[in-house]
């Protein structure tokens, strides 16, 4: 499985744009990149997952570069329920394997 | 929430006693997982499932056994229970077949204490 590579945290303010990056320099062809969220005293719940370019939902956006060896989450104008541990992770999305979780980054929104 | 529960939500135990921890799931999904989670980390994986009697190891799984006799039940046991033990537990499937087939998602997790 590809290592993943993350800040361990983040401050942000209300109402702004907020970016975490994630390194995955080994990631390979086969593997899509997701991130989850986690709220404390819950299990992570899943975000978004993308394999090249960019991928859009109502919750946030996932830039891709050409290289794939990184990634981006960007979570558009956060309020205070953003605040939690953001997970990136690297793998195939088919076949018999499991999800390796990091650490991941703890975003911290203050008003 | 996929349809999943964790038995029980709580529990303390003394040391060297067997615990099973029980995940049940009602929409007949293949793929299941048990993680633990300790202060400060992420999550870990334990054990998990491709279906039923089919199971394998992860990182973290001395000290664990699974099993897998119903598509919607997996059980977790400590057979002998130690302080290091003394964990978040979380079970998670994954759905598969669908545009985000790599999507998990999990239970609300066992707190479980181990003195």
């Known amino acids: 499985l590809a290592k993943t590579t993350q800040p361990i945290s983040m401050d942000s303010y209300e109402g702004q744009e907020v970016n975490i990056t994630c390194s995955h320099n080994?990631?390979?062809?086969?593997?899509?990149i997701t991130w989850y969220q986690q709220f404390p005293s819950q299990g992570p719940r899943f975000i978004i997952q993308?394999?090249?370019t960019k991928v859009t939902n109502e919750v946030a956006s996932l830039f891709i570069p050409a290289d794939r060896k990184s990634s981006t989450l960007s979570l558009p104008r956060v309020s205070l329920s953003d605040t939690a541990v953001y997970y990136c992770?690297?793998?195939?999305?088919?076949?018999?394997?499991?999800?390796?979780f990091g650490s991941g980054t703890r975003l911290q929104v203050q008003p | 929430d996929a349809g999943i529960t964790q038995s029980p939500r709580h529990k303390v135990t003394e040391t060297g006693t067997p615990v099973t921890l029980r995940c049940h799931q009602t929409e007949n999904h293949r793929y299941m997982y048990w993680y633990r989670q300790d202060p400060g980390h992420g999550l870990r994986l334990i054990h998990y499932?491709?279906?039923?009697?089919?199971?394998d190891k992860g990182e973290v799984s001395d000290g664990y056994s699974v099993s897998r006799s119903k598509t919607e039940d997996f059980l977790l046991t400590l057979e002998s229970a130690t302080s290091s033990q003394t964990s978040v537990y979380f079970c998670?499937?994954?759905?598969?077949?669908?545009?985000?087939?790599?999507?998990?998602?999990f239970g609300p997790g066992t707190r479980l204490t181990v003195l």
């Open positions: 992770l690297v793998g195939e999305v088919t076949g018999r394997r499991a999800l390796t």
């Open positions: 993308g394999y090249k």
């Open positions: 998670a499937i994954r759905r598969t077949g669908t545009v985000r087939s790599d999507e998990q998602f």
């Open positions: 080994n990631i390979a062809t086969n593997d899509y």
């Open positions: 499932s491709y279906g039923v009697k089919d199971t």
